[in-house]
C-alpha cells in the first residue's frame, strides 16, 4: 500500500472562512494528508525576527516560523501547500515571500493560492494531485528520453490532442475540437496512428491528461492518468530541449492558465487557474470572431497593430467584450484591437500567475495559444525576454504523457 503524501500547510484564515475542510477534502481525495508543522513559542519569535518581514498577523508569524522549520529540516514533510486570503495584501506579500523562500532553500514541491469564501475541493484538486505526483512520482518525472512505441492523449477544455512517440520522436499527431469526450479522443488517436502507419496493437503504453483523463483514461485502459501541470512541463521541456537547469513554462488554455517552475525537468512551484476566462484563450476566441477572422488569423493581424491604441480590459470577460465593441464602434483599427487583445491577455496572465513563481529564462510558452504570434509577442515585451515556442507546442500535453507512459513499457 502507498504511503500517503504529507503536505505541510502553511496559512492565515482558511479555518475561519471554512475553507479548511476543503483544503483536507482535496488532500484526501490524492490520498494525502494536511497538516499543520508543530513549532515551539520560541521558533516562532526567532522565525520572525530573522526572517525579515515586519507583519502584524500573528497566522503568518506563525506561517514563517513553519516555513523556517522545514527548510532546516527539523520537520518531515513531503509537500507545502501555502494559503492566504485574496482580500489581504499583507498575505499576499508573505505568500510569495515563503514560496519563494522555501523554493530556493529546499528540495519540496510548493504550491501557493490564495482562496476566497466559495473555495471548494474541486477547485483545490489539481494542485493537490500535483504536489503529490511530484512527492511519489520523481524518478518517473526525470524521464528524459522516451522509448518504445507510446500513445499519449490529451483531454483539454477546448481541443484533444494525441501523440503518438517511437523510440523519442513524434511520428503521429491529431488534433480536434472537444466535443463529445470520449468520441474526440477516439478521432484524434485515428488520426494521430494514421500518420504513424500503425494500429493501435502497436502501442505498449498510453498516458492520459487534462480535463477528461480519467474517463479516457479508463476507455483506453491507459497505464498513465495524471494532472496537466506536472505533463505539461515535462512536455515543455522536453521539446525545448531545456531538461538541465531552470526553465518557466507558461500554458494559457482556454479555460484556465498555469505557470509553472521548473528545475533539471522537475516542477518546483506551481500555479494555476485565473480570475476570469477574459485571461485565457477563451477571450482571444471571442476576438477573433469579433474581428471576423479565424483564430489562426490573430496572432498575424496583432503584429501589425499598435496595442497602446484601444484601452482593453480582459480581466473580466464582459468588459472584455465591452471593450472590444465600443473599439470597433468608435473605428479603432482591427490590427490595433488585435494587438490591444493580446496585451490584455499577456498583463493579466503576468498579474495573476507569473507573480506566484520565480520567472527564469528560458520562459517556453506552450499550448495552443503559443501558436498566437501576437500573444507570445506581448509576453515577451512584458517580461523583457525571448519567449521560447517549441515546435509541436500545442501537442504539449499529449507529448508530456506518451514520454512519461514509456515509463511503464513492461520488459518482454
Known amino acids: 500500500m502507498t504511503e500517503r503524501v504529507r503536505i505541510a500547510q502553511l496559512s492565515c484564515g482558511p479555518e475561519y472562512s471554512g475553507v479548511q475542510k476543503e483544503i483536507a477534502e482535496a488532500a484526501g481525495m490524492v490520498d494525502a494528508e494536511v497538516f499543520f508543522p508543530d513549532i515551539m513559542l520560541d521558533d516562532v519569535r526567532r522565525g520572525f525576527e530573522e526572517f525579515g518581514l515586519d507583519v502584524r498577523s500573528p497566522d503568518l508569524k506563525l506561517a514563517i516560523a513553519r516555513a523556517k522549520a522545514l527548510v532546516e529540516g527539523r520537520i518531515d514533510a513531503d509537500a507545502v501547500f501555502i ?11 508573505v505568500r510569495n515571500e515563503l514560496r519563494r523562500y522555501i523554493h530556493e532553500n529546499s528540495d519540496l514541491p510548493v504550491v501557493s493560492y490564495s482562496f476566497t469564501e466559495r473555495t471548494t475541493a474541486g477547485t483545490l484538486l489539481t494542485r493537490m494531485e500535483a504536489l503529490t505526483t511530484i512527492a511519489r512520482r520523481r524518478a518517473l518525472l526525470a524521464r528524459e528520453e522516451q522509448e518504445g512505441i507510446t500513445l499519449g492523449i490529451d483531454s483539454g477544455s477546448s481541443t484533444t490532442k494525441a501523440v503518438v512517440m517511437k523510440d523519442n520522436e513524434i511520428v503521429g499527431t491529431g488534433w480536434l475540437p472537444t466535443t ?16 504513424a502507419g500503425l494500429r493501435m496493437t502497436d502501442i505498449q503504453a498510453i498516458g492520459t491528461t487534462g480535463y477528461g483523463r480519467y474517463l479516457i483514461g479508463k476507455q483506453f485502459d491507459a497505464q498513465l492518468v495524471q494532472e496537466e ?31 509553472i517552475s521548473v528545475q533539471d ?18 477571450f482571444l476566441e471571442m476576438t477573433a470572431k469579433r ?21 482593453m480590459n480582459s480581466y473580466c470577460i464582459v468588459f472584455g467584450t465591452q471593450s472590444l465593441v465600443n473599439a470597433l464602434a468608435e473605428g479603432s483599427a482591427r490590427e490595433d484591437v488585435a494587438a490591444a487583445a493580446c496585451h490584455s491577455v499577456a498583463e493579466q496572465v503576468f498579474e495573476q500567475q507569473l507573480q506566484e513563481v520565480d520567472i527564469k529564462e528560458p520562459v517556453i510558452m506552450v499550448g495552443g495559444t503559443s501558436l498566437i504570434q501576437g500573444l507570445v509577442h506581448a509576453m515577451g515585451q512584458l517580461l523583457q525576454t525571448e519567449i521560447v515556442v517549441p515546435h509541436h507546442s500545442q501537442f504539449i500535453g499529449a507529448v508530456g504523457s506518451a514520454l ?4 511503464y513499457i513492461r520488459e518482454k
Not at 180 to 195: N, P, Q
Not at 404 to 407: H, P, T, V
Open 83 to 93: 494559503a492566504t486570503c485574496f482580500r489581504c495584501a499583507e498575505a499576499a506579500i
Open 180 to 195: 463529445e469526450v470520449l468520441k474526440s479522443a477516439a478521432g484524434v488517436v485515428d488520426l494521430a496512428l494514421e500518420e
Open 229 to 259: 501541470l506536472t505533463v505539461n512541463s515535462k512536455g515543455a521541456v522536453y521539446l525545448a530541449d531545456s531538461q538541465h537547469g531552470p526553465a518557466t513554462v507558461i500554458d494559457i488554455g482556454g479555460m484556465d492558465n498555469k505557470a
Open 265 to 282: 525537468g522537475i516542477p518546483g512551484t506551481f500555479t494555476m487557474g485565473g480570475i476570469c476566462a477574459g485571461a485565457s484563450g477563451r
Open 291 to 311: 474581428l471576423g477572422i479565424d483564430i489562426t488569423e490573430l496572432g498575424p493581424l496583432a503584429m501589425k497593430g499598435m496595442g497602446d491604441r484601444v484601452p
Open 404 to 407: 512519461l507512459a514509456s515509463g
